[in-house]
Structure formats: structure tokens, C-alpha cells
């Protein structure tokens, strides 16, 4: 019964995503979008992204019982280290970091976005999923390469090997060739176990390439991970938290979130305190906002790995 509720919201939110898609482009073509600033892009980030990972202490709690542990300390400590962990890996090894985080993030995103329409589990689905979510990174490099390669630039990566590995991708067509395998997946998705509410699945398609054709990549990746991916996922939350009440579930989910919402915006208030004294403005904005996601991304991810795996 949960599930069908998640489906019927999805769809419809899916669908006015995809609206506001539109919507947002035709303004795009009418309005100078340069007053979109990478600080605007960050407080979207920090306000409506980050928030939908906030509940990984309550799914934290949940991990330890099955290990039978009950110090929370533990899963804080675990949770940070790993984070620490992955931006020092990315400070030494910038460009390993990156691909590593494009892959997972592929993955991560794919399923995330999907697997509330899906029964099955299979190794097959893996991969799917990672085609399906490659969309997200692939789009940017077809509609917008010189922009994209100035923001992996800006990322600390100074390997020539890895961008002439990308000019490669862009002249041998392997990038059509990645869209077209993710356009693929999505129509597998859609047909395996047809039913209506999978039209979500190309509601979803059409809106990445539409904002990611019309916007930069910096742009059309907050629209997507605000107000497709976080919004998705925090629904899902919301109703685990009352599967009754939609909107009690939003306040109970808004509660619960704002603590770890708070202390996440601080932490990445000093970090771009001390960024700014080395790098430009903007230039430590995009630092803040791809390092971030990768160091928060991998224990995320981690997390909801080890629960489902263990929980099952």
C-alpha cells in the first residue's frame, strides 16, 4: 500500500517537474539567467539537497541495532571519518576521486530515482541503474563540454592524461554512444512490468535533457539534485514517517531534518571561509558544492547499502 502512495506522488510530482522544466526555459530565453550565481546555486544546495540526507542518524540508529550496538557516537564518528576521509582522498588523488564519484554518483542517482517503481533486485538492475543515472553526468559533457571541463578544472585536477582522455570521449562519439545505453536503460525500465506511473521514467528523462540543453551544467545539476533527486527522496522519507498523513509527515521530516540541515550549512560556511582566502569567490563555491557532495555522497551511500543489505 506504501508503495502505490510513493508511485501516485512521484508521478505527479515527476510531472510537475517536468513542467516547471518548461516553464523555467521559456524564461530562461527571455531572462538574462546569469542572476542565477553559483550562490544561489550553494544556499539551494544547502537548503533543499542536503536536507534529504538528514535523516541518516535515525537510519544510523537503525544499522547499529542490527549490529547490536547502541552508542550513536559510533555511527557520528564512523559517518565523519568517512567523509574527512574522502576529501582528503580528493585533495591527493583529485582526478581517481572524481571519476570514482561520477560512477557512483551515476549509480546512486539511477537508483534512487527509480527503484520505487521496481520489484525485482537482480545484478542486471545494478547495472541499469547506473546507465539510467549516467544520464546526469553524461548530459552536461554533450550539450555544454567546454563549460563542464572548466568546472573538473576548477576541481583541483591538473592530470592533462584525464582531460585528454575527455577530448577522446567527445571526438570518438563515446558520449552518444553513453546516451544512447542510458536512453536504452530507461526504455527497459519503462517496458519491464508496464504500468502507467512508469511514464515517470521519461517525464524524468525529458526534464534532465531539457534543463541541461537550455542551462549550465552548475544550473541544470542544482535543478535536477534540489527538485528532482532531494524532493523524491525526502517524499519517500515522509511518508515512511507517517504513511497516513502526508502533511504531518512533512513537519515530523522538517524536524527531524533541521538539526543536521543546520550543523551541515555551518560546516560548509567555514569551509568556504578558508577556501575563500586561497581561490576566487565563485571558484570556492564550486569547490564547496562538488568536494561536498562527494564527501557526503560516499557514507550516504554507504549507509543505505548496509541497511538494506543488513535489514533484508
Same mark, same amino acid.
Given at each position: 500500500m506504501m508503495k502505490i502512495k510513493i508511485k501516485k506522488i512521484c508521478f505527479?510530482?515527476?510531472?510537475?517537474?517536468?513542467?516547471?522544466?518548461?516553464?523555467?526555459?521559456?524564461?530562461?530565453?527571455?531572462?538574462?539567467?546569469?542572476?542565477?550565481?553559483?550562490?544561489?546555486?550553494?544556499?539551494?544546495?544547502?537548503?533543499?539537497?542536503?536536507?534529504?540526507?538528514?535523516?541518516?542518524?535515525?537510519?544510523?540508529?537503525?544499522?547499529?541495532?542490527?549490529?547490536?550496538?547502541?552508542?550513536?557516537?559510533?555511527?557520528?564518528?564512523? &559517518?565523519?571519518?568517512?567523509? +574527512?576521509?574522502?576529501?582528503? =582522498?580528493?585533495? #591527493?588523488?583529485?582526478? $581517481?576521486?572524481?571519476?570514482? /564519484? !561520477?560512477?557512483?554518483?551515476?549509480?546512486?542517482?539511477?537508483?534512487?530515482?527509480?527503484?520505487?517503481?521496481?520489484?525485482?533486485?537482480?545484478?542486471?538492475?545494478?547495472?541499469?541503474f547506473l546507465f539510467k543515472g549516467s544520464l546526469i553526468i553524461l548530459a552536461p559533457l554533450f550539450f555544454h563540454f567546454d563549460e563542464t571541463m572548466a568546472i573538473f578544472k576548477l576541481l583541483l585536477i591538473k592530470n592533462e592524461a584525464f582531460y585528454l582522455g575527455l577530448a577522446f570521449v567527445e571526438n570518438k562519439k563515446i558520449l552518444d554512444i553513453g546516451i544512447i545505453l542510458s536512453t536504452l536503460s530507461s526504455i527497459f525500465l519503462f517496458v519491464k512490468n508496464f504500468e502507467l506511473k512508469?511514464?515517470?521514467?521519461?517525464?524524468? &528523462?525529458?526534464?534532465?535533457? +531539457?534543463?541541461?540543453?537550455? =542551462?549550465?551544467? #552548475?544550473?541544470?545539476? $542544482?535543478?535536477?539534485?534540489? /527538485? !528532482?533527486?532531494?524532493?523524491?527522496?525526502?517524499?519517500?522519507?515522509?511518508?515512511?514517517?507517517?504513511?497516513?498523513?502526508?502533511?504531518?509527515?512533512f513537519f515530523i521530516f522538517f524536524k527531524k531534518a533541521l538539526p543536521l540541515t543546520i550543523l551541515t550549512t555551518f560546516l560548509c560556511l567555514i569551509g568556504m571561509y578558508f577556501l575563500n582566502k586561497n581561490y576566487g569567490f565563485d571558484s570556492s563555491i564550486l569547490k564547496l558544492i562538488f568536494i561536498g557532495l562527494a564527501s557526503l555522497t560516499f557514507p550516504h551511500i554507504l549507509l543505505e547499502y548496509l541497511l538494506e543489505k543488513n535489514e533484508k
Open positions: 505527479n510530482h515527476s510531472f510537475i517537474f517536468f513542467l516547471f522544466c518548461n516553464i523555467f526555459s521559456l524564461i530562461f530565453l527571455k531572462v538574462d539567467i546569469s542572476i542565477i550565481s553559483p550562490l544561489v546555486c550553494l544556499l539551494l544546495i544547502l537548503i533543499i539537497g542536503i536536507s534529504h540526507g538528514s535523516l541518516d542518524h535515525m537510519k544510523g540508529q537503525r544499522l547499529l541495532k542490527v549490529f547490536d550496538l547502541r552508542n550513536i557516537s559510533i555511527f557520528y564518528f564512523s &559517518y565523519l571519518l568517512l567523509a +574527512i576521509s574522502i576529501t582528503v =582522498f580528493w585533495v #591527493l588523488f583529485p582526478a $581517481t576521486a572524481l571519476i570514482i /564519484f !561520477l560512477i557512483v554518483a551515476s549509480y546512486h542517482f539511477g537508483k534512487e530515482d527509480t527503484q520505487f517503481l521496481i520489484n525485482e533486485n537482480s545484478n542486471i538492475y545494478q547495472l541499469i512508469k511514464f515517470t521514467i521519461f517525464l524524468d &528523462y525529458f526534464s534532465i535533457i +531539457i534543463i541541461n540543453y537550455y =542551462f549550465t551544467p #552548475l544550473i541544470a545539476f $542544482t535543478i535536477y539534485f534540489c /527538485f !528532482l533527486h532531494s524532493i523524491r527522496h525526502s517524499i519517500s522519507l515522509m511518508i515512511e514517517l507517517d504513511d497516513k498523513n502526508l502533511k504531518n509527515g
